[in-house]
């Protein structure tokens, strides 16, 4: 069975706990609308939205605002430009699942799933996302 939830909130929740991601990835910028089937669902984006190409391999998309908040350059790699971005270290929430689940990326957003054993993400107040366990050990600690 699997476990639907809507809009949870991680900072009330005993079993979350907040952990820091480091990672280094490419980016593209999307010249069209259009959509990518990550990991853990269909990612829809809009013109301007960052395409991502994480290790190894696994590629998402983020909003343009989101990105530019969220992610720093590289050298040579300049702001605004395809090339290799690192995520700045902001403290995320982060809840192991113990039973499929699914979860939508903010209100109204696309609907990701996850299996057993993968990750919880809460970034903000109404906006998450799902790791699968091993991507979560290879580029998540926690705090």
């Not at 590629?59 to 969220?70: L, M």
């Not at 702001?79 to 995320?92: C, I, K, Q």
């Not at 696309?110 to 109404?126: K, N, V």
């Amino acid at each position: 069975m699997t476990l639907q939830l809507d809009n949870p909130d991680l900072t009330s929740d005993p079993a979350a706990r907040r952990a820091l991601k480091d990672e280094k990835v490419a980016v593209e910028f999307a010249a069209l609308s259009g959509k990518l089937v990550s990991a853990v669902g269909v990612n829809h984006y809009a013109p301007g939205d960052a395409l991502i190409t994480g290790s190894p391999g696994d590629r998402w998309c983020v909003s343009r605002d989101r990105f530019d908040a969220k992610y720093e350059p590289v050298p040579p790699t300049v702001r605004g430009e395809a090339g290799d971005y690192r995520n700045r270290p902001v403290a995320v929430l982060a809840k192991r699942m113990n039973q499929p689940f699914t979860v939508a990326r903010m209100a109204g957003g696309d609907s990701l799933r996850g299996d057993a054993g993968d990750w919880l993400i809460q970034y903000a107040p109404g906006d998450h996302g799902i790791v699968e366990r091993t991507r979560f050990e290879r580029v998540y600690r926690l705090c």
